[in-house]
């Protein structure tokens, strides 16, 4: 069984339909890159299959390890092991970043079933995940994203990520606004969280992400639909050619 | 204009027997005060002060005065346990002074803590002044200023502190009103004389709360003055049963270099309207208020905040949160005037809303008056909507709908209680808070 089986599906967004007929497998360890130009859809799948208001689906069908994910709430997709890292993480003033973190934790493990971590127990894992993310500690400290850098935000989203310990995670553009070192901290991170029970969909413009997370399979999202699929070699094609032309041969 | 029927309210506080003190002057008052309500009756709202708190509903009822049971009623010391409070505490059911509820043993030197009934029968005398007209601050002729009519006529009790100068209190004093079920829906009114000497120091903590759920009605009248350099940190903690309606009125009176810092959580009561008016009377005075509404079902809570500055280089804070779900009403004026002469002030004040139901409401009204130069000043009021984006972040952690409304909503409300100094205090009243919203 795939985990993730994405068949036809058709999605609008303020009555404009941005995907058209997109399909997409996803096995456990896998990493997928997800490439297109802006406007293909990119960002609309990331957002339709985290749950977000104001995208409409019209057609076709999400499974996830079975399950019907559209049909749950955004906060049972997370509880299930659905994890989105946003392209533009939000600032929440007045909410610690930590209790933040622990009150998600702890949600997601109230939902299935398991017992809830005290601060001591949560503390410790925190610390764990800090060292292999080199992230300061003192991020922990602010409220949420409040006041981070562009990098700062996106490698808060990676150190959720590592303490949520998601089964499938879709990073929309993480790579976007990111200097080369940001760059370079937020592979790791991912690569770090890189394991035979977890699969990743990297959503991204640019191959630039894709030198330092090497992906298992590329796929190139054109107009509302996957138009062209191989391994990491397509990426580089498209670094080389650019979007223009491609998946002509699988449109038809 | 054709005289119409007097409200059942008005008659119903007009009939009530005045307290008999055998003190002249004071009896002369409360005939006066009672006079003048009776002709004034309740204002509507054309009425300025009153354009977003109407009392029709309320002036339909009829309230007893005086609960002749309230020296045995029963009221449990949790209603109005707090943790990280463990000072002398003075307690009022229905408006009637609880020694056996009180902790009035071994005060500290320099501290006066008495029910007003004492100091009256003791002796009256130095009362006189502040007692025979209505409120320290204001024009009481105004016709919003019915309350504290119905309060001057009516009152008998209340609370007499003083600190005397250069004294430094050190644990909390508690000051807790308590409305508990009668027989017959009651009205009870308390008069509050509060001062701080030169360079006194005290915080104090002020609950109103219910056991169980009583129908009444209350008027409480607080006079607070502060003395050169006097510091009073004053917390309040409005919690009443929601089937009552709560007046209050505190008047502060800052002299030179004296400092207030109130903070205030106005959570419980029916129909709730509290007067705060603060005067800045001496050079270098600062008052720091912080305050958070949160009405819900179909509460209505009123805050009428005036800050007068009247002298050199004074300072006023002003921070208040409201929240408003259900059906429920917030309403809130900050009123600040720099007076002329009031050269170098600096008044800055912030009131943003929440509505978290599309039939609550929330009105405020910053008003700025400056008659003074160099005068620093910034006010603003916003009302809005818990942030979608927020929302769903938080969902797609795996937080669920109704929890990370609660996280964002005290978010929301947390600059109030930061700089509230005491811990344990603090972690309880943002827990009331977060208990206040919908599950």
Same mark, same amino acid.
């Given at each position: 069984?795939?985990?993730?089986?994405?068949?036809?599906?058709?999605?609008?967004?303020?009555?404009?339909?941005?995907?058209?007929?997109?399909?997409?497998?996803?096995?456990?360890?896998?990493?997928?890159?997800?490439?297109?130009?802006?406007?293909?859809?990119?960002?609309?799948?990331?957002?339709?299959?985290?749950?977000?208001?104001?995208?409409?689906?019209?057609?076709?069908?999400?499974?996830?390890?079975?399950?019907?994910?559209?049909?749950?709430?955004?906060?049972?997709?997370?509880?299930?092991?659905?994890?989105?890292?946003?392209?533009?993480?939000?600032?929440?003033?007045?909410?610690?970043?930590?209790?933040?973190?622990?009150?998600?934790?702890?949600?997601?493990?109230?939902?299935?079933?398991?017992?809830?971590?005290?601060?001591?127990?949560?503390?410790?894992?925190?610390?764990?995940?800090?060292?292999?993310?080199?992230?300061?500690?003192?991020?922990?400290?602010?409220?949420?994203?409040?006041?981070?850098?562009?990098?700062?935000?996106?490698?808060?989203?990676?150190?959720?990520?590592?303490?949520?310990?998601?089964?499938?995670?879709?990073?929309?553009?993480?790579?976007?606004?990111?200097?080369?070192?940001?760059?370079?901290?937020?592979?790791?991170?991912?690569?770090?969280?890189?394991?035979?029970?977890?699969?990743?969909?990297?959503?991204?413009?640019?191959?630039?992400?894709?030198?330092?997370?090497?992906?298992?399979?590329?796929?190139?999202?054109?107009?509302?639909?996957?138009?062209?699929?191989?391994?990491?070699?397509?990426?580089?094609?498209?670094?080389?050619?650019?979007?223009?032309?491609?998946?002509?041969?699988?449109?038809? | 204009?054709?005289?119409?029927?007097?409200?059942?309210?008005?008659?119903?506080?007009?009939?009530?027997?005045?307290?008999?003190?055998?003190?002249?002057?004071?009896?002369?008052?409360?005939?006066?005060?009672? =006079? $003048?309500? #009776? !002709?004034? @009756?309740?204002?509507?709202?054309?009425?300025?002060?009153? /354009?977003?708190? %109407?009392?029709?509903? +309320?002036?339909?009822?009829?309230?007893?005065?005086?609960?002749?049971?309230?020296?045995?009623?029963?009221?449990?010391?949790?209603?109005?346990?707090?943790?990280?409070?463990?000072?002398?505490?003075?307690?009022?059911?229905?408006?009637?002074?609880?020694?056996?509820?009180?902790?009035?043993?071994?005060?500290?030197?320099?501290?006066?803590?008495?029910?007003?009934?004492?100091?009256?029968?003791?002796?009256?005398?130095?009362?006189?002044?502040?007692?025979?007209?209505?409120?320290?601050?204001?024009?009481?002729?105004?016709?919003?200023?019915?309350?504290?009519?119905?309060? =001057? $006529?009516? #009152? !008998?009790? @209340?609370?007499?502190?003083?600190?005397?100068?250069?004294? /430094?209190?050190? %644990?909390?004093?508690? +000051?807790?009103?308590?409305?508990?079920?009668?027989?017959?829906?009651?009205?009870?009114?308390?008069?509050?004389?509060?001062?701080?000497?030169?360079?006194?120091?005290?915080?104090?903590?002020?609950?109103?709360?219910?056991?169980?759920?009583?129908?009444?009605?209350?008027?409480?009248?607080?006079?607070?003055?502060?003395?050169e350099?006097?510091?009073?940190?004053?917390?309040?903690?409005?919690?009443?049963?929601?089937?009552?309606?709560?007046?209050?009125?505190?008047?502060?009176?800052?002299h030179a270099r004296?400092?207030?810092?109130?903070?205030?959580?106005?959570?419980?009561? $029916?129909?709730?309207?509290?007067?705060?008016?603060?005067?800045l009377v001496g050079d270098g005075a600062?008052?720091?208020?912080?305050?958070?509404?949160?009405?819900?079902?179909?509460?209505?809570?009123?805050?009428?905040?005036?800050?007068?500055?009247q002298a050199l280089n004074t300072?006023?804070?002003?921070?208040?949160?409201?929240?408003?779900?259900?059906?429920?009403?917030?309403?809130?004026?900050?009123?600040?005037?720099?007076?002329?002469?009031a050269?170098g002030?600096?008044?800055?004040?912030?009131?943003?809303?929440?509505?978290?139901?599309?039939?609550?409401?929330?009105?405020?009204?910053?008003?700025?008056?400056?008659?003074?130069?160099?005068?620093?000043?910034?006010?603003?009021?916003?009302?809005?909507?818990?942030?979608?984006?927020?929302?769903?972040?938080?969902?797609?952690?795996?937080?669920?709908?109704?929890?990370?409304?609660?996280?964002?909503?005290?978010?929301?409300?947390?600059?109030?209680?930061?700089?509230?100094?005491?811990?344990?205090?603090?972690?309880?009243?943002?827990?009331?808070?977060?208990?206040?919203?919908?599950?």
């Amino acid at each position: 069984m795939n985990m993730l089986k994405i068949e036809n599906l058709h999605a609008r967004v303020e009555g404009k339909e941005i995907l058209k007929g997109l399909s997409l497998s996803v096995n456990a360890g896998e990493v997928h890159a997800i490439m297109g130009p802006n406007g293909a859809g990119k960002s609309t799948l990331g957002n339709v299959l985290s749950g977000r208001d104001g995208y409409e689906v019209t057609a076709g069908s999400v499974t996830y390890n079975g399950v019907d994910l559209l049909a749950l709430e955004p906060e049972a997709r997370a509880a299930a092991g659905v994890f989105l890292a946003f392209q533009y993480p939000v600032e929440i003033p007045g909410v610690n970043n930590t209790y933040f973190l622990r009150a998600a934790f702890n949600a997601q493990r109230k939902a299935r079933g398991e017992k809830e971590f005290d601060s001591m127990q949560f503390l410790k894992l925190v610390r764990e995940k800090l060292k292999v993310m080199q992230i300061s500690d003192e991020l922990l400290h602010r409220a949420v994203n409040e006041g981070f850098s562009g990098g700062e935000k996106k490698r808060n989203e990676i150190f959720q990520m590592a303490v949520l310990e998601p089964q499938l995670a879709i990073l929309d553009e993480t790579d976007s606004g990111l200097d080369i070192d940001a760059l370079k901290h937020v592979a790791d991170g991912v690569n770090a969280l890189r394991s035979p029970d977890r699969a990743f969909l990297m959503i991204t413009h640019y191959q630039r992400l894709l030198d330092y997370v090497v992906p298992d399979f590329v796929h190139v999202l054109a107009d509302g639909r996957i138009v062209e699929s191989g391994d990491k070699s397509l990426a580089l094609k498209l670094e080389e050619h650019g979007y223009a032309g491609l998946g002509e041969g699988a449109a038809a | 204009m054709s005289q119409p029927a007097p409200l059942p309210l008005v008659e119903s506080l007009f009939d009530a027997p005045l307290p008999a003190s055998g003190i002249a002057w004071l009896d002369a008052a409360r005939h006066e005060n009672r =006079a $003048a309500f #009776a !002709a004034g @009756g309740l204002p509507d709202t054309r009425v300025e002060a009153w /354009k977003y708190t %109407a009392l029709r509903a +309320l002036g339909q009822r009829r309230f007893a005065r005086g609960d002749d049971g309230a020296t045995s009623r029963v009221v449990a010391a949790s209603t109005f346990a707090l943790p990280g409070v463990d000072g002398p505490r003075l307690v009022f059911v229905n408006g009637v002074f609880r020694a056996d509820l009180s902790a009035l043993d071994a005060l500290p030197a320099g501290l006066t803590l008495q029910p007003l009934s004492q100091v009256l029968h003791d002796d009256a005398e130095p009362l006189r002044f502040v007692l025979s007209r209505p409120a320290l601050i204001g024009d009481t002729r105004e016709v919003g200023d019915v309350f504290t009519r119905i309060n =001057a $006529a009516s #009152a !008998a009790e @209340g609370v007499m502190l003083r600190v005397a100068a250069g004294v /430094k209190v050190a %644990a909390p004093v508690q +000051l807790v009103f308590v409305g508990a079920v009668a027989d017959v829906e009651l009205a009870w009114h308390l008069r509050n004389v509060i001062e701080l000497g030169k360079g006194a120091k005290l915080s104090l903590i002020e609950q109103h709360v219910s056991d169980a759920e009583p129908a009444q009605l209350a008027t409480v009248v607080s006079d607070i003055e502060l003395r050169e350099g006097a510091q009073l940190h004053h917390t309040v903690l409005q919690n009443v049963a929601i089937a009552t309606s709560l007046m209050r009125r505190s008047s502060v009176r800052l002299h030179a270099r004296a400092h207030a810092m109130l903070h205030a959580l106005e959570l419980g009561g $029916a129909l709730v309207r509290h007067d705060l008016r603060a005067e800045l009377v001496g050079d270098g005075a600062r008052f720091d208020t912080r305050g958070v509404f949160m009405p819900h079902g179909r509460q209505h809570i009123d805050t009428q905040l005036a800050i007068r500055h009247q002298a050199l280089n004074t300072t006023s804070t002003s921070t208040w949160r409201g929240v408003a779900n259900d059906r429920a009403r917030g309403v809130f004026r900050g009123a600040i005037v720099v007076a002329p002469g009031a050269d170098g002030s600096d008044a800055s004040l912030s009131n943003k809303n929440l509505l978290l139901s599309p039939s609550a409401e929330i009105d405020t009204k910053p008003e700025l008056e400056i008659y003074a130069d160099e005068v620093k000043a910034a006010h603003g009021a916003t009302v809005g909507q818990l942030d979608e984006r927020s929302l769903f972040y938080l969902r797609s952690r795996g937080i669920p709908l109704a929890e990370a409304r609660a996280l964002l909503t005290a978010a929301f409300c947390r600059a109030v209680l930061d700089d509230l100094p005491n811990e344990a205090l603090r972690e309880h009243l943002s827990g009331l808070l977060v208990a206040q919203l919908p599950a």
